[in-house]
């Protein structure tokens, strides 16, 4: 029996949200209320990295007997274990003291007051059209697209045009001069952007600046880390040593919400001196965890199958996706299992995302970019079924 939903008058949700009422989610799929199946490429968009209903970290949150709440003035156990795995996991050995945050906003807001309270400046560089979440702080780093909508943003946040090149490095270094800028903070590999690739080259010369300029160097990993881009994190790609890392995301697999800023021992040990806190009260919850814990023991344990799974994967998506035969010829870029398509149009992009999604097969897209974020361990099969569906709809 299909109830009678209200939402629409009691519930405030976006003006575009889509046309798919969800009623439960097991491994690549999505089930609607009338039990219809749909193959997701979209996966929470960077959350259920290893597939929905994931029995090891189901079991772990039922059955552990974690307390139902604990202060964040007080000790527990578990957030010291989940800190020494995100040390274990981290990119560098020096990244391997965590804030406990609630999600990726306000891992990014973390990172922007450490930057500001380490360095005792205010500014902030960022790329343009860049996504870090909805904080007043956050929505500053993307000033230029939302300050028509909002008068109080952060004075100071200014961004650096794309692509990430040693023209982009130049004008980095301008920026940098003056001495002023608290952190430059990026996705390594940017999701928000269509999955934008920076070279290897800007990226080096922009540790260098900020090491050489006294800027922190953020990565924002919330969306492109915990396997995404084909390493661990994507920062890996580089030859970099960020100051400080954000985490979010698929963290938990899904089963529950938590982030984390990642940061050394330097840069914490000044900033907790300066009496900074981070206080969240929903910040590691209990529950969220021990999902976090089991999810990054699945991660470790199986590290390296994951990795060669991800890479062949990709290339299977690579090979099919440069056959498919949009209304013109697209733009593929995809690293590990972040897949971005450019096709012709905005409205080309958007009825092909609505008509997929009536043939079964879920995706976003974002302008004209078409955004692919299957589980990384999806199998051939199932892609192949996927992206079948992607070409009859067409
Ligand atoms: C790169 C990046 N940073 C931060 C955020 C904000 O994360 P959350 O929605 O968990 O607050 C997002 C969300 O999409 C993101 O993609």
Redesign the pocket.
Known sequence: MNLPFIDTKYLAQDEDTEDLRVVRSEDNFLYDEKGKKYIDFNMG?CVGNFGWGRENIREKMNSSPHPDYVFPHYKYQRWEKLAELLARISPTEELHKSYRTT???EA?EAAMQISMMYTGRSKFISLEGC????SIATLSLNKEDNKDKYENLLTGCSQLATPLDEKAADKLETQLKKKDVAAFIM?PIS??LGVLVPQSEFMERAQQLCNKYGTLLVM?E??CGFGRTGKIFATEHYDIQPDIL?V??AISGGAAGL?ATITTEKISHTVNKKSFTFYSTYGWHPASVEAAIANIRFIIKNKNSLLDHIEYISQYFYGRLRKVKFNKSAIIRIKGLAIGIDVESKKYANKLVERCREGGLLFTSEEETLLFFPALTITENIAKRGLDILEKNL
């Open positions: 968009w999600g990726g906003t990014v996504y870090h979440g909805n996705e999701c928000n924002d919330v969306a954000c979010a995301k982030g």
